[in-house]
């Protein structure tokens, strides 16, 4: 098992270029299962989901290509109407092949998604949404087996703007009889791209990145190319390095209008973030205030900076307040940071923070993706060694991540 280790204690300055967004190309992968035609999708980063989703398209019928680092894809033959399990339970996105093999086939067949470390992470919303558009569910052994005749269009209310069942619910809808309207949708950037690409298809589909998502059914869809945004949470990871470490960087391919919750909270503790000649300059020097932070659906703050900032907090005078409103468990970050000297204390979806004058260099262990980045951040300015184990975790979400922050002077390497 590879291990991460940092010495603490270097200024991190320079430049750093984001990767494609793991959660905007994920969905769009399995679009690709809308049509039979051929589609080529651009700046996908090279991520362990990634590759997952890949042999999950792989398993049901799906030819994917690498063309000098883009992808090409290509329905091969009949579809398989199912995800099978072994794949599913290592990745939850896998859920979302349920609406285009329902659009495309009539049914679907995919293993429940168990629980991950952040909490139950149900669909129900999605299950939901499908019968509204006439699909009959059932639920057995650990499946979840959809049919219908045809999916139909519908209005539908979702109980929480789940990105995921907005997602799901949009690739079924595009191939469905009629308009379908989606009110409560998920307003997250990740949306809007995966309506960019799906309209680049044929698709007609509008409103995505607002509360209400119009969908009208056509009968199929074409192929096309497409370039996936950047990685918002990336590009939030690399500017908290920058305020915890003290440092001065650019990043390169970000997009600040994607953040615009998490910069206010940034600026808001004393963290000078600028736009310069389209890239984002992050001046970490100044003294830091303390924050409060709720998380919320976008564009409130994101959850998944929820353990990034936290990290920051630690070594911020004054006590911090964190409460995580998505997640029912997204703590796991909490101990392996009091493991390195930091005061925190848990009280239900709130977790408060004294900051410490110092944290100090532990063996720790990444328990999910949003945590691992967390302790990278808490050994860049920790006193001594850092040495984090079980970064497969990490690896399904950062791409090259110790190599990114070696060039911005960090002293970090992996070990294998
Ligand atoms: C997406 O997960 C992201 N993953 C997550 O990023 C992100 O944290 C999350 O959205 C929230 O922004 C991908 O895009 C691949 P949800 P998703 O459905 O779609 C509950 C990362 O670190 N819920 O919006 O699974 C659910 O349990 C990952 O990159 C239901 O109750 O999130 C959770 O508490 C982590 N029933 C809340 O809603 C449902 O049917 C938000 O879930 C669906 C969701």
Same mark, same amino acid.
């Given at each position: 098992?590879?291990?991460?280790?940092?010495?603490?204690?270097?200024?991190l300055?320079?430049?750093?270029v984001?990767?494609?967004?793991?959660?905007?190309?994920?969905?769009?992968?399995?679009?690709?299962? $809308?049509?039979?035609?051929?589609?080529?999708?651009l700046?996908?980063?090279?991520?362990?989901?990634?590759? !997952?989703?890949?042999?999950?398209?792989?398993?049901?019928?799906?030819?994917?290509?690498?063309?000098?680092?883009?992808? @090409?894809?290509?329905?091969?033959?009949? +579809?398989?109407n199912?995800?099978?399990?072994? $794949?599913?339970?290592?990745?939850?996105?896998?859920v979302?092949? @349920?609406?285009? +093999?329902l659009?495309?086939?009539?049914?679907?067949?995919?293993?429940?998604?168990?629980?991950?470390a952040?909490?139950?992470?149900?669909?129900?919303i %999605?299950?939901?949404?499908?019968?509204?558009?006439?699909?009959?569910v059932?639920?057995?052994?650990?499946?979840?087996? $959809?049919?219908?005749?045809?999916? @139909?269009g519908?209005?539908?209310? $979702?109980?929480?703007?789940?990105? =995921?069942?907005?997602?799901?619910?949009?690739?079924?809808?595009?191939?469905a009889?009629?308009?379908?309207?989606?009110?409560?949708?998920?307003?997250?950037?990740?949306?809007?791209?995966?309506?960019?690409?799906l309209?680049?298809?044929?698709?007609?589909?509008?409103?995505?990145?607002?509360?209400?998502?119009?969908?009208?059914?056509?009968?199929?869809?074409?192929?096309? !190319? %497409? !370039?996936?945004?950047?990685?918002?949470?990336?590009?939030?990871?690399?500017?908290?390095?920058?305020a915890?470490?003290?440092?001065?960087? &650019?990043?390169?391919?970000? *997009?600040?209008? %994607?953040?615009?919750?998490?910069?206010?909270?940034l600026?808001?503790t004393?963290?000078?973030?600028?736009?310069?000649?389209?890239?984002i300059?992050?001046?970490?020097?100044?003294?830091?205030?303390?924050?409060?932070?709720?998380?919320?659906?976008?564009?409130?703050?994101?959850?998944?900076m929820?353990?990034?900032?936290?990290?920051?907090?630690?070594?911020?005078?004054?006590?911090?307040?964190? !409460?995580?409103?998505?997640?029912?468990? &997204?703590?796991? %970050?909490?101990?392996?940071?009091?493991?390195? =000297?930091?005061?925190?204390?848990?009280?239900?979806?709130s977790?408060l923070?004294?900051?410490?004058?110092?944290?100090?260099?532990?063996?720790?262990?990444?328990?999910?993706?949003?945590?691992?980045?967390a302790?990278?951040?808490?050994?860049?300015?920790? *006193?001594?060694?850092?040495?984090?184990? &079980?970064?497969?975790?990490?690896? *399904?979400?950062?791409?090259?991540?110790? @190599?990114?922050?070696?060039?911005?002077?960090?002293k970090?390497? &992996?070990?294998?």
């Amino acid at each position: 098992m590879d291990k991460i280790i940092i010495t603490g204690g270097k200024k991190l300055q320079g430049e750093v270029v984001i990767s494609g967004s793991k959660n905007a190309t994920l969905p769009i992968q399995v679009a690709t299962l $809308l049509t039979d035609a051929e589609c080529t999708l651009l700046n996908v980063p090279r991520l362990r989901d990634i590759n !997952t989703m890949n042999d999950v398209l792989r398993a049901i019928g799906m030819e994917i290509k690498e063309k000098n680092d883009n992808y @090409v894809f290509r329905t091969k033959g009949k +579809l398989k109407n199912m995800a099978p399990y072994d $794949l599913v339970k290592t990745m939850r996105a896998s859920v979302l092949v @349920v609406g285009p +093999l329902l659009a495309r086939l009539g049914e679907a067949k995919v293993a429940l998604p168990g629980g991950c470390a952040i909490g139950l992470r149900p669909i129900n919303i %999605h299950l939901d949404g499908f019968r509204k558009l006439g699909a009959k569910v059932e639920i057995k052994e650990g499946y979840v087996t $959809l049919k219908t005749k045809k999916l @139909v269009g519908n209005r539908m209310t $979702l109980d929480f703007p789940s990105v =995921g069942a907005t997602e799901n619910l949009m690739m079924a809808a595009v191939l469905a009889g009629g308009k379908t309207v989606i009110e409560n949708a998920a307003r997250e950037p990740e949306i809007v791209d995966l309506a960019d690409f799906l309209n680049t298809l044929g698709a007609q589909v509008s409103g995505a990145g607002t509360r209400v998502i119009t969908i009208k059914g056509v009968k199929e869809l074409g192929g096309g !190319t %497409h !370039t996936v945004i950047p990685d918002r949470i990336e590009t939030g990871t690399f500017m908290v390095a920058s305020a915890i470490t003290g440092g001065d960087i &650019r990043i390169k391919n970000g *997009r600040l209008d %994607h953040l615009a919750a998490l910069v206010e909270k940034l600026k808001a503790t004393g963290i000078e973030i600028e736009e310069s000649a389209g890239d984002i300059l992050v001046d970490g020097s100044p003294k830091l205030k303390s924050l409060e932070v709720e998380t919320r659906p976008y564009p409130g703050f994101p959850t998944d900076m929820q353990a990034q900032v936290m990290s920051l907090m630690c070594i911020t005078p004054e006590d911090s307040i964190f !409460t995580e409103t998505i997640f029912e468990n &997204r703590f796991m %970050h909490v101990g392996e940071l009091q493991r390195m =000297g930091a005061e925190i204390v848990l009280k239900g979806h709130s977790a408060l923070v004294k900051g410490v004058k110092y944290l100090s260099g532990a063996p720790v262990m990444a328990t999910d993706l949003r945590a691992s980045a967390a302790l990278i951040l808490a050994g860049l300015v920790a *006193r001594g060694k850092t040495e984090i184990s &079980r970064i497969y975790h990490l690896d *399904r979400g950062y791409e090259r991540i110790e @190599v990114k922050l070696e060039k911005l002077g960090a002293k970090i390497k &992996r070990i294998k």
